[in-house]
């Protein structure tokens, strides 16, 4: 399988191009191309064809439209100090999004296709990766049930795209973001899909984000679907609890139930306060272990991590049972330190001893 290339003739100019990525933000803009493939049972896969970026045309009757069999992924290319463009840890979104696609009976798409789709668009749209160290290019690859028919039924063909937009700060990095701890809705449960990155998963969270806006609040943090009690993720990332500080800290994360996306930040993060020195450690923490933490002192520092969102801290937390805030409410200096030294090594600042950047072009 191959990526055909037939890129579009009248791409934005400099101009536009520059005021577009200068503009920051999140998804707003996309680049001059995408790419397309297309699955089907007697067929398999056909190659790729890397072209315009654009409309599709689809019957009504879908299958996606009506019973969102749908998955998608989140990766970034970053500029490196020399001029190049390197992805971060690719193999792992392309593993994630077969099993994505085994959980969604949708076709797994060779991991080596996957990477080769995201590595030809990056090379062809590679003036539209942003410049500055916190910038980059956002890679949205997606696959959608394309079989047309109302059955309820796993579909007989699939597509493939993949598109991209440049991308600068999903928060404020210099402010903490507060939440709200659902104990109404839950985003997944044991058997359920929350270990996919499906579509279905974000529209079912969206009425949680709407409370935890009328509730004033950023982000919705999710408890287990059984007791409530027990801390999964926040919206469209991990957690992670600092308890105690300086050397001595220790850097906690909800273990992995199979009801949490296992995020490729998270994993990294594992990795990265190790080498700093931190004790790492996966384990079940419960809302009340959140709230008496905080308030003994011993819960020092949140935050949450994530493609987008990168390292962001969490202040204060709100939920049927109370109201409270970790240290003063501000990002602390764990979560700074972490931050800083994720992206110094996803922009080859600081030395990636474990192979994690792909250098693109
Ligand atoms: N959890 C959810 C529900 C997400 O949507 C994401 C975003 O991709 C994450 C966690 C973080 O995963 P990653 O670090 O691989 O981007
Ligand atoms: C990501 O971090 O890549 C995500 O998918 C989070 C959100 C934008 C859905």
């Given at each position: 399988?191959?990526?055909?290339?037939?890129?579009?003739?009248?791409?934005?100019?400099?101009?536009?191009?520059?005021?577009?990525?200068?503009?920051?933000?999140?998804?707003?803009?996309?680049?001059?191309?995408?790419?397309?493939?297309?699955?089907?049972?007697?067929?398999?896969?056909?190659?790729?064809?890397?072209?315009?970026?654009?409309?599709?045309?689809?019957?009504?009757?879908?299958?996606?439209?009506?019973?969102?069999?749908?998955?998608?992924?989140?990766?970034?290319?970053?500029?490196?100090?020399?001029?190049?463009?390197?992805?971060?840890?690719?193999?792992?979104?392309?593993?994630?999004?077969?099993?994505?696609?085994?959980?969604?009976?949708?076709?797994?798409?060779?991991?080596?296709?996957?990477?080769?789709?995201?590595?030809?668009?990056?090379?062809?749209?590679?003036?539209?990766?942003?410049?500055?160290?916190?910038?980059?290019?956002?890679?949205?690859?997606?696959?959608?049930?394309?079989?047309?028919?109302?059955?309820?039924?796993?579909?007989?063909?699939?597509?493939?795209?993949?598109?991209?937009?440049?991308?600068?700060?999903?928060?404020?990095?210099?402010?903490?973001?507060?939440?709200?701890?659902?104990?109404?809705?839950?985003?997944?449960?044991?058997?359920?899909?929350?270990?996919?990155?499906?579509?279905?998963n974000y529209a079912a969270s969206l009425v949680?984000?709407?409370?935890?806006?009328?509730?004033?609040?950023?982000?919705?943090?999710?408890?287990?679907?059984?007791?409530?009690?027990?801390?999964?993720?926040?919206?469209?990332?991990?957690?992670?609890?600092?308890?105690?500080?300086?050397?001595?800290?220790?850097?906690?994360t909800p273990k992995l139930t199979g009801t949490?996306?296992?995020?490729?930040?998270?994993?990294?993060?594992?990795?990265?306060?190790?080498?700093?020195?931190?004790?790492?450690?996966?384990?079940?923490?419960?809302?009340?272990?959140?709230?008496?933490?905080?308030?003994?002192?011993?819960?020092?520092?949140?935050?949450?991590?994530?493609?987008?969102?990168?390292?962001?801290?969490?202040?204060?937390?709100?939920?049927?049972?109370?109201?409270?805030?970790?240290?003063?409410?501000?990002?602390?200096?764990?979560?700074?330190?972490?931050?800083?030294?994720?992206?110094?090594?996803?922009?080859?600042?600081?030395?990636?001893?474990?192979?994690?950047?792909?250098?693109?072009?």
């Amino acid at each position: 399988m191959k990526v055909n290339l037939h890129p579009n003739t009248a791409p934005a100019t400099d101009a536009d191009r520059a005021a577009k990525i200068a503009e920051g933000g999140f998804g707003k803009y996309y680049t001059d191309n995408m790419v397309v493939a297309e699955w089907s049972l007697e067929n398999g896969w056909s190659d790729a064809e890397l072209k315009p970026y654009g409309p599709l045309t689809l019957d009504p009757a879908t299958a996606v439209f009506h019973y969102g069999q749908e998955i998608f992924e989140g990766m970034k290319a970053y500029i490196q100090p020399d001029g190049s463009i390197s992805l971060f840890r690719p193999q792992a979104n392309a593993e994630r999004f077969a099993r994505s696609a085994a959980r969604l009976a949708l076709p797994e798409m060779p991991t080596d296709f996957f990477v080769k789709t995201i590595e030809e668009l990056v090379k062809q749209d590679r003036a539209w990766v942003p410049g500055k160290v916190g910038e980059s290019l956002y890679l949205r690859p997606f696959m959608i049930a394309t079989e047309v028919g109302l059955g309820v039924r796993p579909s007989n063909k699939a597509m493939y795209l993949l598109i991209a937009t440049p991308a600068s700060a999903y928060f404020n990095a210099a402010k903490a973001v507060t939440v709200w701890i659902s104990t109404e809705y839950v985003r997944a449960a044991p058997g359920g899909t929350g270990e996919a990155k499906c579509g279905g998963n974000y529209a079912a969270s969206l009425v949680a984000q709407r409370q935890a806006a009328e509730q004033g609040c950023d982000q919705v943090v999710w408890l287990d679907a059984n007791e409530r009690r027990w801390i999964e993720e926040m919206g469209g990332m991990n957690l992670y609890f600092i308890k105690g500080s300086g050397k001595d800290a220790t850097v906690v994360t909800p273990k992995l139930t199979g009801t949490l996306l296992p995020g490729i930040t998270r994993d990294s993060i594992l990795s990265v306060a190790a080498d700093l020195g931190y004790k790492v450690e996966e384990t079940m923490i419960s809302i009340d272990d959140w709230r008496d933490g905080v308030a003994s002192g011993e819960i020092t520092e949140i935050f949450a991590c994530g493609t987008a969102a990168v390292v962001s801290a969490v202040g204060a937390a709100k939920s049927a049972h109370g109201t409270w805030t970790t240290g003063d409410g501000n990002p602390g200096p764990i979560t700074q330190q972490i931050r800083e030294t994720l992206l110094g090594i996803q922009h080859g600042t600081i030395a990636d001893t474990r192979g994690w950047n792909v250098k693109v072009c």
